[in-house]
């Protein structure tokens, strides 16, 4: 389970929250291949100072990566750290971005596994 994974990475959980299709993983819903985070600005330029993560960029934006965890100061165009926590979900501790903003992003992409995601979580929402 996703929760498991990111304790283990053992950043401070104040610090982080889980983007992308974490929360599905976290609600059962079906399983995160990778683990997507937005962290504090302090802690992303403490991971990219120990040199064992790979600075890249996607989407205009930069990114460290380190096996299955990409690691984000924002997710698109004014949601950075702060945002996206206050508007979050908590689940075993570990904070999760809100599911119905993660069902805003899906849409605005479009491809079919993004529908298929809604659908799951609009479902599980309803219940």
């Known amino acids: 389970m996703i929760i498991e994974r990111i304790k283990e990475l053992r950043f401070p959980l104040d610090q982080i929250i889980v983007i992308g299709s974490g929360i599905l993983d976290a609600y059962g819903l079906r399983q995160a291949d990778d683990i997507d985070l937005v962290v504090t600005p302090e802690l992303y330029k403490k991971l990219q100072s120990t040199g064992e993560y790979i600075e890249g960029e996607k989407h205009g934006e930069a990114y460290l990566l380190k096996g299955k965890v990409e690691v984000w100061m924002t997710w698109g165009v ?12 908590t689940v075993e501790g570990v904070r999760f971005v809100n599911p119905h903003f993660l069902i805003e992003r899906k849409r605005e992409r479009g491809n079919k596994k993004d529908i298929k995601d809604i659908e799951m979580l609009e479902q599980y929402l309803h219940e």
Not at 78 to 85: E, P, Q, V
């Open 78 to 89: 004014g949601n950075d750290f702060a945002t996206l926590w206050k508007d979050g979900v």
